[in-house]
């Protein structure tokens, strides 16, 4: 018994420690390919905002716009008005697509 409460506490104190971690079921690898992103239904003149940057014409990412991995803020704009915004979260080779209504 006495054997049994060491095991219990010298576990504890490695958990309470840092020593003993859970860790991710995945990982992400380093260098992994771009995601794409395609925009449809969009005016081919309307702008891509990724993540507040103005990327250019729709019309310009016909075979889509190479995204790194991770969550991007999305905009479609279009003669200054706003005409669709989403997050978007992009896996490594994916193809996302985002829809204006």
């Not at 905009?75 to 989403?86: D, F, P, V």
Request: hydrophobic share 50%; proline share 4%; aromatic share 2%.
């Amino acid at each position: 018994m006495r054997l049994k409460t060491l095991a219990l506490v010298a576990l504890c104190a490695a958990m309470a420690t840092g020593c003993v971690q859970n860790y991710a079921e995945r990982e992400v690898a380093q260098g992994a390919a771009a995601g794409v992103l395609v925009v449809t239904n969009a005016p081919p003149e309307a702008r891509l905002i990724v993540d507040g940057r103005d990327l250019g014409a729709v019309a310009q990412f016909e075979a889509g716009a190479p995204l790194t991995t991770g969550r991007h803020d999305i905009a479609i704009e279009n003669g200054g008005r706003r005409l669709h915004a989403q997050a978007v979260f992009v896996s490594a080779g994916a193809r996302v697509a985002v829809t204006v209504p």
